[in-house]
């Protein structure tokens, strides 16, 4: 008996089974990124563009509500910012990004 076999295990010292493949070990980070893209990212890039294109659409007279839960009507637009009247002769003016959705016609008078 070896004075080594004392200190190292003779069980560690046997041969290592061999890992896995270099594509395998690649396969679970590409197939993670993958399916990220598809449940976070590409739903958010696509609310994105629907939110971008309505803002382009937006116009005098256009019943909107902001983020922050005020609604109104479109009454002047600009190249960032919007000013919406939200009673008679009270008006505020808010970034174009602010605004969260357009309202149906006559919701803000059937209110």
């Known amino acids: ?3 080594l076999d004392l200190v190292i295990a003779p069980a ?3 041969a290592q089974p061999a890992a896995p493949g ?10 993670l990124i993958a399916i990220m893209y598809f449940l976070m ?3 958010q890039m696509k ?5 971008k294109a309505m ?8 019943e909107v509500i902001t983020n922050g839960g005020i609604a109104g009507t479109v009454t002047d637009l600009g190249d960032s910012f919007i000013t919406v009247e ?4 009270v008006r505020i003016r808010v970034q ?7 309202l149906p016609k006559g919701t803000l008078k059937s209110a």
């Open 41 to 43: 990212i590409r739903p």
């Open 12 to 14: 560690h010292a046997a």
């Open 1 to 3: 008996m070896n004075l």
């Open 22 to 31: 270099f594509g395998m070990s690649l396969l679970f980070p590409i197939l």
């Open 47 to 51: 609310r994105a563009k629907e939110h």
């Open 86 to 89: 939200i009673a008679d002769n």
């Open 55 to 62: 803002l382009e659409k937006l116009s005098r007279g256009d």
């Open 96 to 102: 174009k990004g602010a605004i969260a959705n357009v």
